[in-house]
C-alpha cells in the first residue's frame, strides 16, 4: 500500500510490458490498493463527488478494490481504464456482473475514445506518479502533460480532477497549475495508513479534512510542518467554469470557492 521510492527509478512504471507482466504474477494476490484505500479517501470523495449518479472515471485503475468499494457506497456510473490488458482482462471477468463498474484498456495519454466533457469527475491515485517515475525528466514531463491534458478535455465544466500522489507541490505544482487547464486547485495532506504521531510531538493539531495553505506560488508555506514524511498528497482539481474564471486572479485558495 505504500509507495517504494527506491524503485522509482530502477522499473519503468510508464510502460504496459512492465505492468502486465506485474499484474501477471501478482495474479494469485488478487488485488492492491496503492497508497490508500477507498475508507481513507472517503470523506474527500463524498465532499467533492456528493451524486452518486456522477459520471466518474478512474484512470491506470490497476487491480485496486477501489471502484468496488466505490459502488458498495452508492455510486452507479464508474469507468476504469488501465494501460494493461491484462489488469483490464481480470478485473472486467471479476465484475461482470456489477453493471455500474466498466473497464477498458486504454493509455490515459490519448483517451479519444471519450468525447469532450463527458465526466463529472477523474480519479487518479498512483498513475500519474507511474508516467513521472522515470529518469527521463524531459519525456515524464511531456508524458504528464499529454495526460493531463486529456483529463483537463474530459471534465465538464464544474468538474473535479482528484490526484492521490506521493508528489509534494514542489514536484506536481508545475504540471497541475497550467492556465490552459483552469484548474482552481485545493491540497490536503494525509499521513500514510498506519503511521503513529509521536507522543510528544504537539506540532499541529490541524484535522487532516482541512485544506493546506499555499503559498501565491501554490507551494507549502516554508514554516508548514509535514507529520508523516511518507504522507499522501490529494490534490483537488475543480475546472472552472466562464464566470469563475472571470471573477479569479491569484492564490490564496479556499474550499469555500469550490
Ligand atoms: C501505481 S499503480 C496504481 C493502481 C491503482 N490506481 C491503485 O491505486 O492501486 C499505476 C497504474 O497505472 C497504470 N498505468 C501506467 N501507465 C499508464 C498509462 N499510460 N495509461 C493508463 N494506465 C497506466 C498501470 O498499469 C498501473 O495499474
Known amino acids: 500500500m505504500y509507495r517504494d ?16 507482466a506485474r499484474y501477471v504474477q501478482e495474479a494469485e494476490m488478487g488485488h492492491f490498493d496503492w497508497y490508500q484505500r477507498y475508507s481513507g479517501l472517503r470523506p474527500f470523495i463524498r465532499m467533492y463527488i456528493p451524486s452518486c449518479s456522477s459520471r466518474v472515471l478512474v484512470v491506470g485503475c490497476g487491480n485496486a478494490l477501489m471502484s468496488e468499494d466505490m459502488v458498495k457506497d452508492g455510486y452507479e456510473d464508474i469507468t476504469n481504464i488501465d494501460i494493461s490488458s491484462v489488469a483490464i482482462e481480470m478485473m472486467r471477468r471479476k465484475y461482470e456482473s456489477i453493471p455500474q463498474l466498466k473497464y477498458m484498456q486504454m493509455d490515459v495519454r490519448d483517451m479519444s475514445f471519450f468525447s469532450d466533457e463527458s465526466f463529472d469527475c477523474v480519479i487518479d491515485k498512483g498513475t500519474l506518479d507511474s508516467l513521472m517515475c522515470g529518469t527521463d525528466a524531459p519525456t515524464s514531463a511531456a508524458s504528464a502533460a499529454r495526460m493531463l491534458g486529456e483529463v483537463s478535455r474530459l471534465l465538464k465544466a464544474g468538474g473535479i480532477y482528484m490526484l492521490i500522489t506521493y508528489g509534494d507541490p514542489n514536484v506536481r505544482m508545475l504540471h497541475l497549475d497550467q492556465p490552459v487547464y483552469n484548474w482552481r486547485i485545493i491540497l490536503y495532506i494525509i499521513p500514510r495508513p498506519g503511521f503513529q504521531k509521536l507522543a510528544n510531538n504537539s506540532s499541529t493539531s490541524r484535522s ?51
Open 5 to 20: 521510492v527506491s524503485s522509482c527509478n530502477t522499473y519503468n512504471y510508464g510502460d504496459a510490458t512492465y505492468w502486465d
Open 208 to 258: 487532516y479534512l482541512e485544506p493546506v495553505p499555499l503559498t501565491e506560488k501554490g507551494l507549502l508555506p516554508p514554516d508548514f510542518v509535514v507529520e508523516d514524511p511518507d504522507s499522501h498528497f490529494i490534490y483537488v482539481c475543480k475546472k472552472m467554469d466562464e464566470t469563475e474564471l472571470s471573477s479569479i486572479t491569484t492564490y490564496p485558495l479556499d474550499v469555500d470557492h469550490l
